[in-house]
């Protein structure tokens, strides 16, 4: 951080943040929503914009197919790297005279490198990929749990891009963890998309650790996805961890960030047929505890009519299910915590810049 | 010279014994004068049978103009030559009146009848019938329904049995009976006539009434007779008719058929509580007392809807005793048949049937064409009708509504199911007013911003079911916007809005569902079943619907699941659910309770 005639200046920061979770959890939504909860965000210092082409692209495309065409983005087929710049506003420490010691409001730009992997990448045990069958269609390559469309079956992630990927997230300097409940519920496979890459990180970056004992120096944001969805919702109601925040005016509900990680314990524990429960074990186990947050997050939010002042309880999805099985956005897109895991990556990685250039 | 010698003669016109007046007491032919001096002339001998030539004559005409208006068919008899045209017109006029005081048979028969109707149970009357014949004796009662029961111990005695010295020549016999006694034996003749009731020919005393009827009146030897007879029994009414006797056999042998209708008859008619469809038997008065052979009457009825079988017109005594208390089906034992018809149902549901009297207990269909005896017992009958129905009497108000949205095949075939159930139904229901419907049909709600409000259901207002019929055809498919369910909660909205005056204007309301999928809840519930637009409650539509009366039935593309058919499907067709490839128009009917039943033919006809 620069001192200019004392008081703290503006300050830059670059984090590399890595996106992992379990195909179909909604992280290629999570970033397309990124956008429009930066715009919807009280904070007014907060905008987001792109610093290449496809970054910029990207954020336009696909907030204009979440508002515009009300259609979810398409899942990653293949991995891809977007950076933007966050910019948004942090507390730093300024010494005052004698001594005294208070905190400054100074704005800062976190660069985001973002990596978006398709889902498969993280199954526990990578698949060798079928052969090609005649014509160029594909066979059912076991990835059952994999939400990509069926243009995937036949696309299997060669062993060395997967090595890439483990590599990269391994050299992120925070992990935004996106886990859906509902799939948990379903397929009881979260933990299977976890551990792996889990090990595959710490083999990366702990092997040679200069202190032996410590643990992976990652921020980790961890994500609960799908608040909006009526069987997560309900739980959060009917166990105490839903309130409204008195600064909505649509009064939409959430989860706050300090009873997150109990809802998420919960969330996992409903599971009967996972082990779920041991991805918050491990995330305590492998890094340090005050570098890992929960947070309940939605992409798309609560429907609320127009005609609606607020949030209504009778009438809350906003998906519709449509004849052919795929689901539609049904309403304005109001995101729950899109943006905050990713201040707070943001602001966690500068005060570590700044307590690494002190 | 013996003692009969020395009696005096009969009187020469009459012959009625003279005795000692100047006059003849029964003709009035002088028979004694005073003295004359001087020998009888043969001039005043011709003037003498002049005189009394005429006098026999119109002695003996008299009588004949009794029996026949012809002249000429007793003029042998008549003793002094064929009468003039004066002296027989003269005659005619005698005969009228010496019937004064008599009855014709019209208030005869009404006295008879009369003395009938006012028989206890078992009690009877004797009547003994004088006529040109003879005399006969008939004991005449009347059963519970009016109809008389008529016996004979003993064939009817003829008067060449009765009075031997009458001729064996029938006119000239009639001729006697009538008045014609000139040459007979006055007291023979009444010693005759004095020993009919002794002889036995005629009961000498009965436990009930007698009626001694003299028919004609007038008639000589009938009249003393017939006072011979009534003094004879004690408390015997004695009844001069007037007028030949119609039928051969005298007044009781038409008596059955002649006699006025003690008791009124009905035609039993059955009727169905508006609410509980309990079926209660009844007669609509078809002749009433006193109606005699002949009368006719004409009756409207009406047929249930959707029956078109046979019915029995039986025909039962009216005003019988009501039914006992709690029995929703007169027994057999209620009601009284005289006769049991079978009758093919006409097309029309309201329809005439004709009905003429041919004697009690006799009645005879003249319309419709077909009508033949029933030869099953009035107790099978009544052993077939069902105590309750489901068809509803009364005008109904009827809402068909559709689910449009699905590929037009499907649509198709609701709608078809309308069409036939409205075409069968206008059929049925042919009077005015009686059926008015009404068409609702739904397309998808669109959830998609500014969409969400936009109105689904298309309406044609109760009334002609034809133009319901025309704008069917105008209820055309849509695509599915929303698979997981169609606006039924708006269907249920609009039908409940639509029927909400049936009952207060004393109408059935009715209502029929064809849909493929569920409704919308009015919240998000755990099947993640999007909630409707505009609130509407389904549940409690439906409580509404039921607690207004409103009867419905629901047609499902598919028979639903077990859990579904507990859920939604069975609250709402609380009065039938049915499966669209299964079902048809008649059973969907019978479910409203718009069409009879199979199963629940009543039998009879209903009252208009």
Same mark, same amino acid.
């Given at each position: 951080?620069?001192?200019?005639?004392?008081?703290?200046?503006?300050?830059?920061?670059?984090?590399?943040?890595?996106?992992?979770?379990?195909?179909? %959890?909604?992280?290629?939504?999570?970033?397309?929503?990124?956008?429009?909860?930066?715009?919807?965000?009280?904070?007014?210092?907060?905008?987001?914009?792109?610093?290449?082409?496809?970054?910029?692209?990207?954020?336009?495309?696909?907030?204009?197919?979440?508002?515009?065409?009300?259609?979810?983005?398409?899942?990653?087929?293949?991995?891809?790297?977007?950076?933007?710049?966050?910019?948004?506003?942090?507390?730093?420490?300024?010494?005052?005279?004698?001594?005294?010691?208070?905190?400054?409001?100074?704005?800062?730009?976190?660069?985001?490198?973002?990596?978006?992997?398709?889902?498969?990448?993280?199954?526990?045990?990578?698949?060798?990929?079928?052969?090609?069958?005649?014509?160029?269609?594909?066979?059912?390559?076991?990835?059952?749990?994999?939400?990509?469309?069926?243009?995937?079956?036949?696309?299997?992630?060669?062993?060395?891009?997967?090595?890439?990927?483990?590599?990269?997230?391994?050299?992120?300097?925070?992990?935004?963890?996106?886990?859906?409940?509902?799939?948990?519920?379903?397929?009881?496979?979260?933990?299977?998309?976890?551990?792996?890459?889990?090990?595959?990180?710490?083999?990366?970056?702990?092997?040679?650790?200069?202190?032996?004992?410590?643990?992976?120096?990652?921020?980790?944001?961890? %994500?609960?996805?799908?608040?909006?969805?009526?069987?997560?919702?309900?739980?959060?109601?009917?166990?105490?961890? *839903?309130?409204?925040?008195?600064?909505?005016?649509?009064?939409?509900?959430?989860?706050?960030?300090?009873?997150?990680?109990?809802?998420?314990?919960?969330?996992?524990?409903?599971?009967?047929?996972?082990?779920?429960?041991?991805?918050?074990?491990?995330? *305590?186990?492998?890094?340090?505890?005050? *570098?890992?947050?929960?947070?309940?997050?939605?992409?798309?939010?609560?429907?609320?009519?127009?005609?609606?002042?607020?949030?209504?309880?009778?009438?809350?999805?906003?998906?519709?299910?449509?004849?052919?099985?795929?689901?539609?956005?049904?309403?304005?897109?109001?995101?729950?915590?899109?943006?905050?895991?990713?201040?707070?990556?943001?602001?966690?990685?500068?005060?570590?810049?700044?307590?690494?250039?002190? | 010279?013996?003692?009969?010698?020395?009696?005096?003669?009969?009187?020469?016109?009459?012959?009625?014994?003279?005795?000692?007046?100047?006059?003849?007491?029964?003709?009035?032919?002088?028979?004694?004068?005073?003295?004359?001096?001087?020998?009888?002339?043969?001039?005043?001998?011709?003037?003498?049978?002049?005189?009394?030539?005429?006098?026999?004559?119109?002695?003996?005409?008299?009588?004949?103009?009794?029996?026949?208006?012809?002249?000429?068919?007793?003029?042998?008899?008549?003793?002094?030559?064929?009468?003039?045209?004066?002296?027989?017109?003269?005659?005619?006029?005698?005969?009228?009146?010496?019937?004064?005081?008599?009855? /014709?048979?019209?208030?005869?028969?009404?006295?008879?009848?009369?003395?009938?109707?006012?028989?206890?149970?078992?009690?009877?009357?004797?009547?003994?019938?004088?006529?040109?014949?003879?005399?006969?004796?008939?004991?005449?009662?009347?059963?519970?329904?009016?109809?008389?029961?008529?016996?004979?111990?003993?064939?009817?005695?003829?008067?060449?049995?009765?009075?031997?010295?009458?001729?064996?020549?029938?006119?000239?016999?009639?001729?006697?009976?009538?008045?014609?006694?000139?040459?007979?034996?006055?007291?023979?003749?009444?010693?005759?006539?004095?020993?009919?009731?002794?002889?036995?020919?005629?009961?000498?005393?009965?436990?009930?009434?007698?009626?001694?009827?003299?028919?004609?009146?007038?008639?000589?030897?009938?009249?003393?007779?017939?006072?011979?007879?009534?003094?004879?029994?004690?408390?015997?009414?004695?009844?001069?008719?007037?007028?030949?006797?119609?039928?051969?056999?005298?007044?009781?042998?038409?008596?059955?058929?002649?006699?006025?209708? =003690?008791?009124?008859?009905?035609?039993?008619?059955?009727?169905?509580?508006?609410?509980?469809?309990?079926?209660?038997?009844?007669?609509?008065?078809?002749?009433?007392?006193?109606?005699?052979?002949?009368?006719?009457?004409?009756?409207?009825?009406?047929?249930?809807?959707?029956?078109?079988?046979?019915?029995?017109?039986?025909?039962?005594?009216?005003?019988?005793?009501?039914?006992?208390?709690?029995?929703?089906?007169?027994?057999?034992?209620?009601?009284?048949?005289?006769?049991?018809?079978?009758?093919?149902?006409?097309?029309?549901?309201?329809?005439?049937?004709?009905?003429?009297?041919?004697?009690? /207990?006799?009645?005879?269909?003249?319309?419709?064409?077909?009508?033949?005896?029933?030869?099953?017992?009035?107790?099978?009958?009544?052993?077939?009708?069902?105590?309750?129905?489901?068809?509803?009497?009364?005008?109904?108000?009827?809402?068909?509504?559709?689910?449009?949205?699905?590929?037009?095949?499907?649509?198709?075939?609701?709608?078809?199911?309308?069409?036939?159930?409205?075409?069968?139904?206008?059929?049925?229901?042919?009077?005015?007013?009686?059926?008015?419907?009404?068409?609702?049909?739904?397309?998808?709600?669109?959830?998609?911003?500014?969409?969400?409000?936009?109105?689904?259901?298309?309406?044609?207002?109760?009334?002609?079911?034809?133009?319901?019929?025309?704008?069917?055809?105008?209820?055309?498919?849509?695509?599915?916007?929303?698979?997981?369910?169609?606006? =039924?909660?708006?269907?249920?909205?609009?039908?409940?809005?639509?029927?909400?005056?049936?009952?207060?204007? /004393?109408?059935?309301?009715?209502?029929?569902?064809?849909? /493929?999928?569920?409704?919308?809840?009015?919240?998000?519930?755990?099947?993640?079943?999007?909630?409707?637009?505009?609130?509407?409650?389904?549940?409690?539509?439906?409580?509404?619907?039921?607690?207004?009366?409103?009867?419905?039935?629901?047609?499902?593309?598919?028979?639903?699941?077990?859990?579904?058919?507990?859920?939604?499907?069975?609250?709402?067709?609380?009065?039938?659910?049915?499966?669209?490839?299964?079902?048809?128009?008649?059973?969907?009917?019978?479910?409203?309770?718009?069409?009879?039943?199979?199963?629940?033919?009543?039998?009879?006809?209903?009252?208009?």
């Amino acid at each position: 951080m620069t001192m200019t005639n004392g008081r703290p200046q503006a300050m830059r920061s670059l984090g590399r943040i890595g996106l992992w979770g379990a195909p179909g %959890c909604g992280k290629t939504t999570f970033l397309a929503s990124l956008n429009i909860a930066v715009s919807r965000s009280a904070a007014q210092e907060l905008m987001i914009f792109g610093v290449d082409d496809a970054s910029t692209t990207f954020l336009v495309e696909n907030t204009a197919r979440l508002t515009s065409d009300r259609q979810f983005p398409d899942a990653t087929q293949t991995g891809s790297q977007y950076s933007w710049v966050l910019r948004m506003e942090t507390q730093v420490p300024e010494r005052r005279m004698f001594r005294r010691q208070t905190t400054a409001t100074v704005p800062l730009e976190l660069n985001l490198d973002l990596l978006d992997e398709p889902g498969r990448v993280f199954r526990d045990v990578p698949q060798e990929p079928a052969p090609a069958a005649a014509g160029g269609g594909g066979g059912d390559l076991g990835f059952d749990d994999d939400e990509d469309t069926p243009a995937d079956a036949g696309l299997g992630i060669p062993m060395a891009d997967e090595e890439n990927v483990m590599d990269q997230l391994a050299s992120c300097d925070g992990l935004l963890l996106l886990f859906d409940p509902t799939r948990e519920w379903e397929g009881g496979d979260a933990f299977n998309y976890f551990q792996g890459t889990l090990l595959r990180i710490a083999q990366r970056r702990m092997i040679g650790q200069a202190t032996p004992g410590g643990r992976l120096p990652h921020y980790v944001a961890v %994500c609960a996805t799908k608040f909006d969805n009526p069987d997560v919702y309900r739980r959060a109601k009917n166990r105490g961890y *839903r309130s409204f925040s008195v600064e909505d005016p649509y009064m939409f509900p959430r989860v706050p960030d300090e009873l997150a990680e109990k809802f998420f314990v919960e969330l996992v524990r409903q599971s009967e047929r996972g082990n779920a429960d041991l991805v918050a074990n491990a995330l *305590r186990r492998y890094f340090e505890p005050d *570098r890992v947050r929960f947070f309940v997050t939605s992409a798309i939010g609560f429907f609320k009519s127009h005609k609606a002042a607020r949030f209504q309880e009778a009438d809350f999805m906003n998906i519709v299910r449509q004849q052919d099985g795929s689901f539609q956005i049904r309403g304005a897109i109001h995101p729950i915590n899109v943006v905050e895991p990713l201040v707070w990556l943001g602001q966690s990685l500068a005060a570590s810049d700044r307590w690494r250039a002190s | 010279m013996s003692p009969a010698d020395s009696r005096p003669g009969p009187c020469p016109v009459c012959g009625h014994p003279a005795g000692r007046t100047q006059a003849c007491a029964e003709c009035g032919w002088t028979l004694r004068t005073a003295l004359r001096p001087g020998p009888v002339t043969a001039r005043l001998r011709a003037d003498f049978d002049q005189r009394l030539s005429a006098a026999r004559r119109r002695f003996d005409a008299r009588a004949a103009a009794l029996v026949s208006a012809d002249p000429g068919r007793l003029a042998p008899w008549i003793r002094g030559g064929t009468p003039d045209i004066a002296e027989w017109a003269a005659a005619v006029r005698d005969a009228a009146g010496v019937a004064g005081g008599a009855v /014709g048979e019209g208030p005869a028969y009404t006295t008879l009848t009369t003395a009938l109707r006012g028989l206890a149970d078992g009690a009877e009357i004797v009547i003994v019938e004088i006529g040109p014949e003879g005399i006969g004796v008939t004991r005449a009662a009347v059963d519970r329904r009016g109809t008389p029961l008529l016996r004979s111990d003993q064939p009817a005695a003829p008067w060449t049995v009765l009075l031997p010295m009458l001729s064996a020549c029938d006119d000239e016999r009639l001729f006697q009976l009538a008045g014609g006694i000139a040459g007979l034996d006055r007291d023979l003749l009444s010693r005759y006539l004095a020993n009919v009731v002794p002889s036995g020919a005629v009961p000498a005393g009965t436990a009930g009434e007698t009626m001694v009827i003299c028919q004609p009146a007038g008639w000589r030897i009938l009249e003393d007779a017939a006072r011979h007879v009534a003094e004879g029994i004690a408390g015997a009414t004695l009844v001069r008719v007037a007028g030949r006797p119609g039928e051969r056999s005298g007044m009781t042998g038409s008596l059955r058929a002649r006699m006025p209708l =003690l008791r009124g008859y009905g035609v039993v008619v059955a009727t169905i509580a508006p609410a509980t469809g309990a079926v209660t038997l009844g007669t609509r008065p078809l002749f009433k007392p006193g109606d005699v052979q002949g009368a006719e009457s004409v009756l409207t009825l009406r047929r249930a809807p959707g029956d078109r079988d046979a019915t029995t017109l039986a025909v039962a005594v009216d005003g019988g005793a009501p039914p006992p208390s709690g029995q929703a089906v007169i027994d057999g034992a209620g009601l009284d048949v005289v006769s049991l018809h079978e009758m093919p149902l006409p097309g029309e549901p309201v329809y005439r049937v004709r009905a003429v009297l041919d004697a009690p /207990g006799r009645v005879r269909f003249t319309e419709p064409r077909g009508v033949t005896p029933l030869a099953r017992p009035w107790s099978e009958v009544i052993a077939a009708i069902p105590r309750r129905v489901d068809v509803r009497p009364g005008p109904v108000d009827l809402v068909c509504a559709l689910e449009l949205g699905g590929d037009r095949e499907q649509v198709n075939r609701r709608r078809d199911l309308v069409r036939d159930l409205l075409e069968r139904l206008a059929g049925e229901y042919q009077q005015p007013d009686w059926l008015r419907a009404g068409l609702l049909g739904c397309t998808d709600h669109v959830f998609a911003p500014g969409e969400e409000k936009r109105k689904v259901v298309r309406r044609q207002p109760l009334g002609d079911p034809a133009d319901a019929l025309l704008a069917l055809a105008n209820f055309r498919g849509d695509g599915i916007r929303y698979a997981d369910a169609a606006p =039924l909660e708006d269907l249920l909205h609009e039908a409940r809005r639509m029927l909400a005056s049936s009952r207060a204007e /004393g109408r059935s309301a009715r209502l029929l569902l064809v849909a /493929g999928r569920r409704a919308h809840p009015r919240v998000l519930g755990l099947d993640k079943v999007q909630p409707c637009p505009f609130g509407c409650d389904w549940q409690q539509l439906v409580r509404g619907l039921a607690e207004s009366g409103v009867s419905v039935v629901t047609v499902a593309d598919t028979m639903p699941g077990r859990a579904a058919r507990n859920g939604f499907w069975a609250d709402v067709g609380r009065a039938g659910l049915h499966a669209l490839p299964d079902t048809s128009a008649r059973e969907v009917g019978a479910d409203l309770g718009v069409s009879l039943r199979p199963g629940q033919r009543i039998g009879v006809p209903l009252s208009a």
